[in-house]
């Protein structure tokens, strides 16, 4: 991936994480997963100086090299799912639904193309180990579990 669209999709994404009021921990859990997964670096050189607002969903959507486009709608959609719960509606919230049409749009995404990216973020979505899982995997060593020594 080029730095390039590299830094402008981890900054989508940090944004599409705070656009309902704040990061949760499964929201930053899955940007640091999503991170090393796809080698997203936050190098703004090069492209910080090709917009005028760089919270703006447009502009820097316009940047995501066009091979990187699915990509990056798949890991926002990702995002924005991560922190609703089992027993929430299958909805993402208004405000991050409404980054993700902005976002759509600038990518230049069909509705076909929406649809089939978001059936594929929420299979992608299964594969993410939960908070849990990643709590444990950090910590769970530290602890002497019941039956054992």
């Not at 049409?101 to 990216?117: D, F, M, V």
């Not at 180990?129 to 020594?149: A, C, E, K, T």
Request: negative net charge; charged residues 20%; proline residues 4%.
């Amino acid at each position: 991936m080029d730095l390039q669209s590299a830094g402008v999709i981890l900054r989508l994404l940090n944004l599409v994480a705070l656009a309902d009021g704040g990061v949760s921990l499964e929201e930053e859990s899955l940007l640091e997963s999503l991170s090393e997964q796809y080698k997203l670096q936050a190098k703004f050189v090069t492209w910080e100086d090709q917009v005028s607002d760089p919270s703006s969903i447009e502009e820097l959507a316009v940047l995501v090299n066009p091979d990187q486009r699915e990509l990056a709608m798949k890991t926002a959609v990702m995002v924005a799912s991560a922190s609703r719960q089992p027993q929430e509606d299958a909805f993402i919230c208004e405000e991050e639904n409404s980054i993700l049409n902005r976002l759509a749009n600038g990518l230049g995404l069909s509705p076909e193309q929406r649809s089939a990216i978001e059936t594929d973020a929420a299979k992608a979505l299964e594969q993410q180990p939960n908070l849990w899982q990643v709590l444990y995997s950090m910590f769970g060593h530290q602890f002497n579990w019941p039956g054992q020594g």
